[in-house]
């Protein structure tokens, strides 16, 4: 998975608790992205990083905030989690050569009772 | 929204024939690429053609583009089980972000 962790694994939460997804990558890329992954829609984009305190919006962002203290790490926050936002999250990092390419965490499981 | 829409949404393929999945798109791109993403896990890198390219090849695997359709298509040769995965297509316009279709999943069968 190109050193990229995504922490925690598999989370189960209630309506309205705030939640934090964590991604870590070891070989100082710039750009980091978040997904989401829900059956019928393949990967949608909910916000973006292209370098440390520099963040942006993708097509899914409501209900989700983001940030880049570190090179290494770009947090995911679900303000107040709703059913809805039961999915699966992925981490990327844009890397290889014209650093073109995308690569994945192996994504965080996250169910909103 | 999503750029890239593949077809079809599922195939079945017995071991040792060829899978043929297609991708179009709706604007403008700088590269397409294939990722494969199995069961569990995240997606992985396959291939990347630029819009300047008509045709790759990696491996077992052959990508066309043809820019003016706007589609692109990504043959397996000779599948094995382990070929058992989804596919997806995503469009690079040129603005570091990359749109994903909602794939084409794939069973090889035995």
Known sequence: ?113 | SQQGEEDPQALSIQEGENATMNCSYKTSINNLQWYRQNSGRGLVHLILIRSNEREKHSGRLRVTLDTSKKSSSLLITASRAADTASYFCATDEDDYKLSFGAGTTVTVRA
């Open chain 1, 1 to 113: 998975d190109a050193g990229i962790t995504q922490s925690p694994r598999h989370k189960v939460t209630e309506t309205g608790t705030p939640v934090t997804l964590r991604c870590h990558q070891t070989e100082n890329h710039r750009y980091m992205y978040w997904y989401r992954q829900d059956p019928g829609h393949g990967l949608r984009l909910i916000h973006y990083s292209y370098g440390v305190k520099d963040t942006d919006k993708g097509e899914v962002s409501d209900g989700y905030s983001v940030s880049r203290s570190k090179t290494e790490d770009f947090l995911l926050t679900l303000e107040s989690a709703t059913s809805s936002q039961t999915s699966v999250y992925f981490c990327a990092i844009r890397a290889g050569t014209g650093e073109e390419t995308q690569y994945f965490g192996p994504g965080t499981r996250l169910l909103v009772l």
